[in-house]
């Protein structure tokens, strides 16, 4: 399969297997009107198979989405052709509008304008937590 | 401006420095009698309550000052349908500190957010109740004269109980104290409090449904009410709420010096027997909360 290389864009690499189609939906690619490759269980040296995302356009992307559902990506971003810087993310500290709690007592439940904020309460085993009720986040929050 | 919406905000020194004040009210009430002349509480009870409310209003006026608001969500604005938001800044205008329950776990933290004037969270759902806590507290030092070295047991909801987590955060930070944690299986302390507060500081702990066995080796008994308004099955509610009654004979086997508390209101839990009993702490414990909240208004609006 050949798909032709981006020449101004970003290529988000070693997503792990599996994660591609969520992280499209929450980055809210699907809003975008430039050309996107989604590659889906390719072959990796490194990590046996993973997904890619290639986009044809210079957007501002949003880390703390990466950094929650899939902090070990690369973000590659490309200009005329050539990868002109590499970068990785972390775990951000804070998730504003990212992930929503289920929790029915939260008082986000019944006030919808607040903003759905979780913080990291323990990086070792990525624990967040609703700022406002502590309930832990789980993976179907989002 | 500082708010308390958490007893985890209090550091150990501030918490000793509300003890400190605390007892010196109740050594010295005339010193204080005019502390808060001309500064306003607004008490805003989304959720009924009494002994909360009560204790805020007693402890503004006995420090001079005066009190408004609201003891229902009925006749507020929030029946208008006003966000805590909104209603947290239109109360700015009116009031010097707020005092605000509600049953929606972090509504007073969105007060907090949005307030130019202190706010104190008098309880908010299933979560945090800080002023209780500073109760409980003050109720263990002038009954034990310590924090550490205590073997403290809890017994009854430990699942839904907020005065329970919040007790078992503020006493984890003491040492050599053990919880023995007794309940119904359904009823137990939710497993983040064990792996984040119980286990992270390394305190020992059991859990047992037998609130007899454990009683020989208790220095302190924190009883519950298994609360209605938390269960949203009402089979549930009462196929549980009878769960753990202390009566006299349950006590037979407990230490002379036991500290029987209880944050009330009780319903049936503690046998009304037990009242007569030397170490039933229970009302003490609620006049405890009025002069904790009395110092914890001085710390709050600054006035030494």
Known sequence: MNIDSIKNGIVIDHITAGKGMELYALLNLDSLSCPIVIGKNLPSGKMGTKDIIKIDADISLNTDILGYIDPDVTINIIKNGQIAEKKTVSLPERLVNVISCKNPRCITSCEQELDQVFTLTDKENRVYRCLYCETKAKEENH | ?304
Do not use: W
């Not at chain 2, 209090?10 to 808060?36: F, G, R, V, W």
């Not at chain 2, 402890?59 to 608001?69: D, H, I, S």
């Not at chain 2, 078992?168 to 983040?192: D, H, M, N, T």
């Open chain 2, 1 to 304: 401006m500082r708010s308390l919406i958490d007893i985890k905000e209090l550091s150990l020194e501030e918490l000793d420095s509300l003890i400190a004040t605390a007892l010196d009210i109740i050594d010295n009430p005339q010193k204080y009698s005019e502390k808060c002349k001309g500064k306003k509480l607004a008490t805003l009870f989304f959720e009924p309550s009494t002994r909360t409310r009560l204790s805020f209003e007693a402890a503004m006026y006995e420090l001079g000052g005066n009190v408004l608001g609201f003891s229902e969500a009925s006749s507020s604005s929030a029946a208008k349908g006003e966000s805590v938001s909104d209603t947290a800044k239109m109360i700015s205008c009116y009031a010097d500190i707020i005092a605000m329950r509600h049953p929606k776990e972090g509504a007073p933290l969105v007060a907090a957010m949005n307030a130019t004037i202190p706010v104190v969270n008098a309880g908010d759902g299933g979560h945090n109740h800080p002023t209780q806590t500073l109760a409980d507290l003050l109720t263990i030092k002038r009954k034990k004269g310590r924090f550490d070295n205590l073997t403290v047991g809890l017994c009854g909801d430990l699942k839904f109980g907020r005065t329970v987590h919040s007790l078992i955060s503020a006493l984890s930070r003491y040492a050599g104290i053990k919880f023995v944690l007794i309940s119904p299986e359904e009823l137990r302390i939710p497993s983040y409090v064990k792996t984040d507060v119980l286990d992270k500081n390394g305190i020992e702990y059991v859990e047992t449904t037998d609130l007899t066995g454990a009683m020989p080796s208790l220095d302190i008994l924190y009883m519950t009410r298994v609360q209605k308004e938390r269960f949203f099955n009402e089979e549930d509610y009462l196929r549980l709420k009878d769960s753990y009654i202390l009566n006299p004979q349950k006590l037979e086997n407990a230490k002379s010096d036991l500290c029987i508390m209880h944050p009330l209101p009780r319903v049936n839990e503690i046998s009304v027997a037990v009242d007569k009993d030397p170490r039933a702490c229970y009302f003490e414990q609620a006049l405890n909360g009025k002069y904790m909240r009395m110092a914890l208004i001085l710390m709050l609006l600054g006035i030494k």
